[in-house]
């Protein structure tokens, strides 16, 4: 006879068994989304580490909030690559995060580790930067890391988990610096729980083991690179933006305006109802759920005051919200009756949601530069394609970088803003708005010449931008822009 399994244990091998094949699907769109164009920033970030005479230079050199130390390390590395794999970093971090935060889950509820599983691997903000050259995929992935090392050491006071609590931290910091986010809620949960449990001697010398080596990294990090910091710009911060932009990236809301006053109060109010869930269990991990998600953020935030307060800057909260709703969800999907179809309600809603704005970045990405200049080199006949734009840095960089892909006896000439002679270039590149649109049949630029759009490409997602390709009306191509090519969602 076969031994019997008892049923506790056969909930957790299934409960296993699922998460295992939620992190496999997990994994595809991740994938998927290396294939899309790389878009500014990732660009930036590539051209930067051109730049440098060598590693040292990430810290020494480049003084600006788009170096993200061991991304911009990792470009200089694999600079001559190809597009994916310079997001293969950010590929690794954000599809572990999934069963790393089902198993953070899934310790106190193997069925929590299931949802933990389903939420963080549908949600499209985590998705998105799984596939973007970036440290937001590798802080959110180092951030749950540090808190799974810092539950270990104060269940086990181990110097080991310690250690690896604060190469965590570190690690975290040099992805992207929203890592205080995390370390700063890990200090206020851990320090009363620490004085509480020994003597004086004995808790300050296991504080100072779990967090001055992370602090003597930033201090050095702050000494070398960000006092010099210089922060980039970016649209001006609207708070009904931000709620709008988190509600269709986080949720697969619309992102409209008009959304973010319901996503704020439904949102403030789940998070309320699951940190007093965890106070009334006498779990203290509410302290630190609470200080990751709200606190700290908006402390940093309200002091500093940012020119630019993105979505992204969220990804590690967005993370600790999912892995902290993920035990509510998944008691009342064993309750049965009218909460086990109001949890799966809410999980099929989520996923479907956030599936919908997956499959349209899948398909347009964060833009088409590529296709943009290869339609471009096609459409001139010569071998040099004379092209300006509307932002000289961001339409340069993009340009620069896809050109290594012309063809044999293609070659862009980009002229800035100062160089273009009387008549201007045969192409123009407009890219005024970040949000997709029709574009103008005609352009003029500030020296009064006239364009005939040629062509639209669109993009889809946390970021990117919207090209219309122009053509000098000099040209007699350019009276083919009727109807025009276009790429867009």
């Known amino acids: 006879m076969h031994p019997q399994v008892q049923p506790a244990a056969l909930g957790r091998r299934r409960a296993l068994l699922a998460c295992a094949a939620v992190s496999a699907a997990a994994a595809l769109p991740r994938v998927l989304g290396c294939g899309t164009d790389l878009w500014l920033d990732e660009v930036w970030s590539w051209l930067s580490a051109g730049r440098l005479r060598g590693p040292l230079g990430v810290f020494t050199q480049l003084h600006d909030s788009n170096n993200h130390h061991l991304n911009t390390l990792w470009m200089l590395l694999v600079h001559a690559g190809p597009d994916w794999t310079f997001r293969l970093p950010a590929l690794l971090a954000g599809t572990a995060s999934v069963p790393l935060a089902a198993w953070l889950a899934g310790r106190r509820d193997p069925w929590a580790g299931v949802v933990a599983a389903i939420l963080v691997g549908s949600c499209f903000l985590m998705v998105y930067f799984s596939s973007e050259a970036r440290g937001y995929a590798p802080v959110a992935f180092f951030s749950l890391a540090g808190w799974a090392a810092l539950e270990r050491e104060l269940r086990t006071r181990r110097t080991s988990a310690a250690l690896l609590f604060g190469a965590c931290v570190t690690l975290a910091f040099l992805s992207q610096l929203i890592a205080l986010f995390f370390w700063a809620g890990a200090f206020l949960w851990s320090t009363p729980r620490i004085l509480r449990e020994g003597r004086p001697r004995e808790a300050a010398l296991r504080l100072l083991r779990l967090h001055a ?10 000494l070398v690179d960000l006092r010099h910091l210089v922060v980039g710009r970016g649209p001006a911060f609207r708070l009904e933006n931000l709620l709008a932009s988190l509600g269709a990236h986080v949720f697969g809301l619309p992102n409209s305006p008009a959304w973010a006053l319901p996503v704020a109060l439904g949102v403030g109010l789940a ?8 106070r009334r269990q006498g779990d203290d991990r509410w302290i630190l759920h609470l200080a990751v998600i709200a606190v700290v953020p908006g402390a940093v935030l309200g002091a500093l005051r940012p020119e630019v307060i993105a979505a992204r800057y969220f990804v590690i909260s967005v993370a600790f919200v999912l892995v902290l709703w993920s035990e509510p ?62 932002h000289d840095f961001r339409v340069g960089s993009m340009l620069r970088y896809y050109s290594r892909e012309l063809p044999a006896g293609k070659r862009v000439a980009y002229l800035r803003r100062g160089e273009r002679r009387s008549g201007g270039p045969e192409w123009f590149v407009v890219q005024e708005s970040a949000a997709p649109g029709p574009a103008q049949p005609t352009w003029r630029d500030r020296r009064g010449n006239e364009y005939a759009l040629q062509a639209e490409y669109g993009y889809c997602g946390v970021a990117g931008y919207p090209w219309a390709v122009y053509r000098n009306v000099r040209s007699a191509a350019a009276s083919r822009f009727a109807p025009p090519a276009s790429v867009a969602p």
């Open 213 to 222: 080596p992370p602090a003597l990294a930033f201090g050095a990090l702050y």
């Open 271 to 278: 998070l309320a109802l699951a940190l007093l869930r965890l």
């Open 329 to 390: 969800l998944a008691s009342w999907l064993r309750a049965g009756g009218a909460r086990r179809a109001a949890a799966g309600l809410a999980l099929a809603l989520f996923v479907l949601g956030n599936t919908a704005t997956t499959l349209c970045f899948l398909e347009d990405g964060r833009g088409h530069y590529r296709e943009a200049l290869a339609f471009m080199a096609a459409e001139t006949p010569g071998e040099r394609i004379e092209v300006g734009g509307d």
